[in-house]
């Protein structure tokens, strides 16, 4: 699954095309933590089985903080984001939605998938396929199944959770001793050998994802510092 470093890569690179002149260290810093939220519910996890991929990716959220953005910032000078914030705020706080949904949440929903409609409908959807013109079969894809063979079990959140960081099993590509094999000794069954993962990059394509997020990122905030300290420079 994508890490949270990877949402939070892509994000830092939505930010940079969308906010323009107005990306900077701050707002990087606010697209980030706003990118993060959803995969906190991994924190649920021994509370509610299941939570994961379901309490914070619901598309739900950021429809809910959309509809509320958009309600505070058509009362003018009476928003509170526009007293406090200004008018960049406002930008800025929509980027952010956006980056929960396009950077957060849709990225899951095509790789293992999210429960999209959580709470209000309990079932995990994945959009995964592919999308091709062939010389012999015309257009192709398989994003959506027109013809489906049997109908499958649904996933929900009472018979399917994704592994987390908090989950300690079976070390994977590694061969787990027998139970009824005697350890060293003759002492019983030797301890199992288990890990606990922390995804960073599990693809090619997400590992240059992290260095070249790093690079325009670190560019963009560059030329803001600069384009900074020439305007500081014309007012002395």
Do not use: K
Not at 126 to 131: A, I, K, P
Request: glycine share 8%.
């Amino acid at each position: 699954m994508p890490s949270t470093l990877v949402h939070v890569s892509l994000a830092l690179l939505l930010a940079a095309g969308l906010l323009g002149e107005e990306f900077d260290a701050r707002s990087a810093l606010v697209v980030a933590a706003a990118t993060v939220i959803p995969d906190l519910d991994v924190a649920l996890e021994p509370l509610l089985s299941g939570a994961h991929r379901s309490v914070g990716h619901t598309f739900l959220l950021p429809a809910i903080l959309f509809a509320v953005l958009l309600w505070d910032s058509r009362r003018g000078a009476a928003s509170a984001i526009r007293r406090r914030y200004g008018d960049r705020g406002v930008r800025v706080t929509f980027v952010s939605v956006f980056c929960i949904f396009g950077a957060a949440i849709v990225p899951d929903l095509v790789v293992g998938g999210v429960n999209a409609l959580y709470p209000l409908h309990d079932a995990f959807y994945t959009v995964d396929g592919r999308l091709f013109y062939s010389t012999d079969r015309g257009w192709v894809q398989t994003f959506v199944d027109l013809a489906p063979d049997e109908p499958t079990e649904r996933r929900t959140t009472g018979n399917f959770d994704f592994r987390t960081v908090l989950d300690a099993e079976p070390t994977l590509g590694v061969e787990q001793p027998d139970s009824d094999e005697s350890g060293a000794g003759g002492g019983g069954s030797p301890p199992q050998r288990v890990e606990r993962l922390f995804p960073v990059a599990m693809t090619g394509f997400r590992a240059w994802l992290l260095p070249l997020s790093a690079f325009v990122t670190a560019t963009r905030l560059w030329r803001a510092r600069r384009t900074s300290d020439l305007d500081d420079g014309d007012d002395v």
